[in-house]
């Protein structure tokens, strides 16, 4: 249910960054979004269509790209993607170290906003 408080989010800064550039109307919102965010794409284009009613931005398609989640490895530099469903171990496949840096997967921000 966070994805109402999300959206809302979103609404605001789209229709400010639209009305400041002096558009029309709000056609689409590209957002990225990473895996391990437990937002769901069909909630946030629901709860856009509730609150853009009799807005510029009325009718404009949420597009959501999601971003894989991706380790580095400590001993050799190697970045990797790891599937959430095999993420309890999580080990190099260049050189089997075991220590990682987390480098994305959490993103969550506004990439594009088309407007006329």
């Known amino acids: 249910m966070h994805e109402l408080a999300v959206t809302e989010s979103i609404l605001n800064i789209v229709l ?7 558009a029309e ?4 919102i590209s957002l990225k979004i990473g895996e ?9 284009q629901f709860y856009f269509d509730y609150l853009s009613k009799n807005t510029i931005a009325e009718g404009a398609a949420i597009e959501i790209e999601r971003s894989p989640v991706i380790f580095q490895c400590r001993t050799c530099s190697d970045t990797f993607q790891v599937s959430l469903k095999d993420s309890k171990d999580i080990v190099c496949p260049e050189c089997g170290g075991i220590e990682v840096t987390f480098v994305s997967g959490r993103e969550f921000y ?3 906003i088309e407007v006329v």
């Open 110 to 112: 506004i990439k594009h």
């Open 16 to 22: 400010k960054h639209a009305q400041a550039n002096k």
């Open 36 to 44: 391990l965010s437990d937002l769901v794409g069909d909630c946030i």
């Open 25 to 28: 109307k709000i056609l689409s």
